[in-house]
């Protein structure tokens, strides 16, 4: 069975494309029955995961084949050199290079205290001891009768146990009573246990008489009690550094009585957009002009990879204008994503831009779609600026191989990519020599197992409708330049929160 690849070690980008089977505590794709279209995934830490509705008719055709016969896994040596390549006579650069010239530029924000529901779904950044016991008494875990367990040793249904009802107590009454031999006391889950009692009794096993109560089964000491620090003692660490805190631990962190937490903070993404072309959603949109969709898509982006991104929307087409609005975004992020068509031997009012506030570093990476890239630090506090295609698929999914895992970083992540599934291509794929490819496809599961998955388009037709029904990126490496139908590729769900 075709699994899922846990590419805490960068799986998707090279070499190590061996999969295995998850386990429950790690995260699967669990099968939906046969006659279902939902892929779905759960993470390591569960978060707000969607799943995608896929059209099961493009699967029906004869022409799509079984995972069981699926030959070959196409994928290159894991020990294969990761240096530059070499493209007819072009040198590019790996997209690991220019990924891993970004993951050790990116800053690591200090700790920030935030209130405990603010703090939710990032990572704790200090050792939460707790100060008090929890619980802080002897209490019922259920609502019952107290009672000496001795008193009950031999309670049965047959021959129950007959004892006298002294009181009723309620959570939240803070009245100390006690009970002695023969006696019971009524209780609520949560009250506090008369001194005397060492079990209780859950009402569905006596009679629930008012005077006096048959009890039916015998318990052990400590049944259905919960003791003074069962749960936590004084000094008992709460949350730990670097756990994700989600209802659970906003839950213990309120009944060790933190009101505020520090935490690692969501780095702040601003997200700009160059070219003439451009005008906002609103505007009227004129011949040769095209609607600025990028600063939209990368803000959102951003946001659901776990960053604070805001969008400065369109750059002036003014260079010292341009220069102004660059170096105020360095001064409020952690992180600029620009995104813009970069020419190449011409001028080019960015590019001049970016150089009187020092430049940045542009380079052709062997990826498609959008190969061209920079990046680099600007400003007096030495933002990393991340440029990205104008084009915006070829923005996404740049997005996706940079600037999300460098986000995860800052968020002190310790898984930073997608993980991946090994799938049966239902056709054949064709891949520019030298270039690692991204489709957008759909992928299912297949009624004899594994896992199948279509392209959406043919890699060169940017339609953002066809993005849109995608629930994954197909990845096509650099070596190869065909894939049968049949063949194993690496697809890498695109789920929400993923």
């Not at 003692?233 to 631990?249: E, N």
């Amino acid at each position: 069975m075709v699994g899922m690849s846990d590419d805490s070690t960068r799986g998707w980008f090279s070499g190590g494309r061996d999969t295995t089977q998850l386990d429950l505590g790690q995260g699967t794709l669990v099968p939906p029955p046969r006659d279902t279209q939902l892929i779905t995934a759960e993470p390591a830490v569960p978060v707000g995961y969607d799943t995608v509705q896929v059209d099961r008719a493009m699967f029906a055709s004869d022409r799509v084949p079984s995972p069981a016969i699926a030959t070959g896994d196409r994928t290159p040596d894991p020990l294969a050199d990761t240096g530059s390549v070499d493209v007819s006579g072009v040198r590019l650069r790996t997209v690991e290079q220019h990924l891993d010239e970004i993951l050790g530029a990116v800053p690591q924000p200090a700790p920030i205290e935030l209130a405990v529901l603010d703090a939710q779904g990032l990572l704790c950044a200090e050792l939460v001891t707790s100060q008090r016991a929890l619980p802080a008494f002897d209490q019922a875990g259920l609502d019952g009768y107290a009672v000496r367990s001795a008193d009950i040793a031999t309670a049965t249904v047959e021959q129950p146990t007959d004892l006298a009802v002294v009181g009723e107590s309620s959570a939240g009454s803070g009245e100390a009573t006690s009970i002695s031999a023969g006696l019971a006391q009524k209780v609520a889950v949560g009250a506090m246990l008369p001194s005397g009692a060492d079990v209780v009794v859950p009402a569905a096993w006596t009679d629930q008489g008012a005077a006096r109560v048959q009890v039916y089964a015998a318990l052990a000491p400590g049944s259905y009690v919960r003791r003074i620090g069962d749960d936590v003692s004084p000094g008992d660490t709460a949350v730990q550094i670097g756990t994700p805190i989600g209802p659970a631990q906003i839950s213990l962190l309120a009944a060790v009585g933190r009101e505020r937490v520090a935490v690692r903070p969501r780095p702040r993404i601003a997200v700009l957009c160059a070219g003439e072309e451009l005008v906002d959603v609103g505007a009227t949109v004129g011949p040769g002009q095209q609607v600025d969709v990028n600063s939209y898509a990368l803000a959102a982006a951003a946001r659901d990879a776990g960053a604070e991104a805001y969008r400065a929307g369109i750059m002036p087409n003014d260079k010292r204008r341009m220069v102004e609005l660059i170096e105020g975004q360095t001064l409020r992020s952690d992180v600029v994503l620009i995104a813009g068509t970069f020419a190449t031997g011409a001028p080019d009012l960015l590019q001049e831009a970016l150089d009187e506030l020092g430049g940045l570093s542009f380079t052709q990476v062997a990826m498609h779609p959008g190969p061209v890239h920079a990046f680099g630090k600007l400003g007096p506090n030495n933002v990393p600026v991340i440029c990205v295609p104008g084009e915006p698929v070829a923005a996404l999914v740049a997005f996706e191989v940079f600037v999300r895992p460098a986000i995860r970083l800052m968020l002190g992540k310790r898984q930073l990519f997608r993980r991946t599934v090994q799938a049966v291509s239902a056709q054949q794929l064709l891949s520019p020599l030298g270039y690692r490819q991204y489709l957008h496809g759909q992928v299912m599961r297949h009624p004899d197992g594994g896992y199948v998955v279509e392209p959406i388009g043919d890699g060169d037709q940017a339609m953002l409708a066809r993005m849109a029904r995608a629930n994954c990126l197909i990845v096509v490496d650099e070596d190869v330049t065909e894939v049968s139908a049949g063949g194993l590729v690496t697809v890498m769900p695109m789920l929400l929160g993923g």
